[in-house]
């Protein structure tokens, strides 16, 4: 008993200390910048050493109580259970609701103690102690989230010895170890460009001073937050058994949402860097992706959603969705405030400059968000407005987004070669040259393999064409350079926009051209399906003490034999389908346990998927997280044709020539 009630104690104890520490560290760093008082301003970092302080020691109590089995605890109950492998008994911690908010804090206080030593010699700054007193209000809310409607450490009912472990779906595959924390990552280090960007209106230096200081930290996040979301991807296909990896999902938007605003962003930037231009459009883009994190949060944390990503319904909805209209009521009426200062010194002399590529660029990606956005939501307002359900599915997102993403990729081939300020038609002829060869090449491999349709065949030609126009860049860039050719944010973003492309294909590929055939098979039979030969050698039981699982041993072209299965779980009554996956460069063969099985059975449903380029998703997964990498690292360095704006020091002037 004494174990038990050491858990919820210290866990409480922890997430009031973090409650305390917020709020004070709030009030006094604000009366320090209201006094000027350096020697204040100088001391705010320690509050959020504390505050991380006491996250981790709540975040490290609960793992405790959960290899330890307190059940004791509500939450331990819900998730735990004795006969869960230790190593998702660990990853139960962010199964559900409340131990997910936890997570949040954690990560979060630690961006804030990471601010803190990053800019540990400017601590006298204002514009930094803004930021500071920014993110102790994040901080303070979620902590108020944790210690209120969302307490991991609520004690449950007494009696209890065992409970039903995490949801099925979250202890059948590794990713679960490294999917939900990457994303949260991604998700929680935008409140650092948030913070600067909500100090610099407070403060008046809306010049690039801010841009410069939170530029890697986007860029760390849009990395975490996209790895996250191919992560995700990737589990999707491992583990649901519909042979796909994305779904439009209304909580795979959410993730997807910021992940847009983030990408529109991390491009407008450059200009105002540049030319000073578009600071509207910037403070706008980082501000909306910070509040879609947050309204994201609402949407899988909040139960008015279903989905098998969402956690069950909770408590804590109202709260984020007040929140949410704080942080965008805000946020406007500071940008109205400081309109006048918001005037950019530069304009577009011509559309066909890079400029104008990146305005239109920012248009794009907003109407993709918005998009997203309107079909994510609206059956929640109808519901909630009319008391009647309605479903907005794939055929819809599809259909929307399918322009949009192919004038993107248009895009991507055309803005690498244009030049600042104006072109004209010679120059953007002779530079369009080879990636159009590159482009009409790919079109014509498209049509020779076999494809059909307008919208994967042009997804090919315009892939093509974009990618002949990155390896363009590329290629002048280490001819002048050598190998540091691809290191910076200009040759860095080119292997990103490579790592896009192939997704991009790949996804039209697997989209458009997935065949599938379901058998009903005889042990020792075979069947040919797509030039392939599956022979079904029968079915073997296996039991251990999470769950029962049901294997069907087919056997590929004569080689290597795969087992899709089915699986019930003991505590949870749940049966769960299993794929196996023949993975390779042109295709997958993707093999499901169809229908009730039972192991004495002669005979079993196969269904059989043939999925192109599969594996180049993950291919061009990997070329993003590549090309992010490279871009935090400085390139060759330039001297800016925008003035350095107020408010900027010696180095920050250096850091725009990079």
Not at 298 to 320: D, Q, Y
Request: proline residues 5%.
């Amino acid at each position: 008993m004494l174990a038990v009630g050491l858990n919820a104690a210290a866990g409480r104890g922890a997430i009031l200390l973090g409650v305390l520490v917020c709020a004070f560290g709030i009030v006094v760093t604000v009366a320090g910048i209201r006094q000027g008082n350096t020697r204040v301003l100088r001391s705010t970092a320690r509050y959020s050493y504390v505050a991380f302080a006491a996250a981790l020691i709540a975040f490290v109590v609960m793992e405790r109580a959960l290899i330890t089995r307190d059940f004791s605890l509500a939450y331990v109950q819900q998730v735990g259970s004795r006969s869960t492998p230790g190593l998702y008994n660990v990853t139960a911690l962010w199964s559900a609701l409340e131990g997910s908010i936890l997570m949040w804090i954690l990560i979060l206080t630690g961006f804030t103690v990471a601010v803190a030593v990053k800019f540990r010699k400017r601590r006298d700054d204002v514009l930094l102690a803004w930021a500071m007193v920014v993110m102790l209000v994040v901080a303070l809310f979620f902590f108020l989230l944790a210690f209120g409607p969302a307490d991991p450490f609520a004690l449950g009912p007494s009696g209890v010895t065992d409970g039903p472990g995490p949801n099925p779906l979250l202890q059948n595959h590794i990713l679960v170890v490294f999917h939900p924390p990457i994303l949260y990552l991604g998700y929680v280090g935008f409140t650092v460009p948030f913070a600067f960007a909500i100090a610099a209106l407070i403060t008046g230096r809306v010049g690039e001073g801010w841009l410069l200081e939170t530029r890697r930290w986007t860029l760390y996040s849009w990395g975490f937050l996209t790895l996250g979301i191919v992560l995700g991807g990737w589990w999707s296909y491992e583990v649901l058994g519909w042979s796909g990896v994305w779904a439009w999902d209304p909580v795979e938007n959410a993730s997807f949402l910021p992940w847009l605003t983030g990408t529109a962003f991390l491009h407008s930037v450059i200009v105002q860097e540049r030319r000073g231009m578009l600071r509207v459009w910037n403070l706008s883009l980082v501000i909306a992706t910070f509040s879609l994190t947050i309204l994201g949060t609402f949407l899988t944390r909040s139960g008015v959603i279903n989905s098998v990503h969402a956690f069950a319904e909770g408590s804590v909805g109202p709260w984020l969705l007040v929140f949410f209209t704080i942080v965008v009521a805000v946020s406007v009426v500071l940008i109205g405030w400081r309109g006048d200062r918001l005037r950019a010194p530069g304009t577009i002399d011509s559309p066909l400059s890079r400029e104008g590529a990146f305005l239109a660029n920012n248009v794009l990606f907003s109407v993709f968000a918005f998009v997203v956005l309107l079909g994510t939501v609206f059956p929640l307002v109808v519901e909630a407005l009319q008391d009647r359900r309605l479903v907005v599915g794939a055929p819809f997102f599809d259909r929307m987004t399918k322009p949009i993403g192919l004038t993107m990729l248009f895009l991507m081939a055309v803005a690498p070669v244009l030049p600042w300020r104006k072109t004209t038609g010679e120059v953007l002829r002779d530079r369009l040259f080879w990636p159009a060869v590159c482009g009409v090449a790919a079109l014509a491999f498209a049509v020779v393999i076999g494809n059909a349709g307008w919208a994967p065949l042009l997804a090919f030609g315009l892939g093509g064409f974009a990618a002949g126009s990155a390896l363009r860049q590329l290629g002048l860039a280490t001819r002048r350079n050598g190998w540091r050719g691809f290191v910076g944010r200009a040759n860095g973003g080119m292997i990103v926009h490579l790592g896009v492309i192939v997704m991009s294909v790949a996804l039209a590929a697997s989209g458009a051209y997935t065949r599938s055939q379901e058998f009903v098979m005889e042990v020792g039979e075979s069947v040919e399906f797509s030039g392939h030969t599956f022979t079904f050698e029968g079915l073997s039981l296996e039991t251990d003490s999470v769950k029962s699982s049901l294997k069907a041993a087919v056997r590929i072209d004569g080689g290597p034999v795969y087992e899709p299965a089915r699986s019930k779980y003991l505590q949870q009554g749940m049966d769960i389908g299993t794929p196996s996956v023949r993975s390779g460069f042109r295709h997958d063969l993707y093999l499901t346990l169809e229908g009730d099985v039972r192991p004495d059975d002669t005979e079993a449903r196969i269904k059989v998927f043939v999925k192109p380029m599969i594996l180049w998703l993950w291919i061009g997964g990997g070329l993003l997280g590549l090309g992010t990498v490279l871009s935090a690292f400085p390139g060759r360095r330039r001297r800016p044709e925008a003035p350095v704006s107020e408010g900027i020091s010696s180095r920050d002037e250096e850091g725009l020539r990079v």
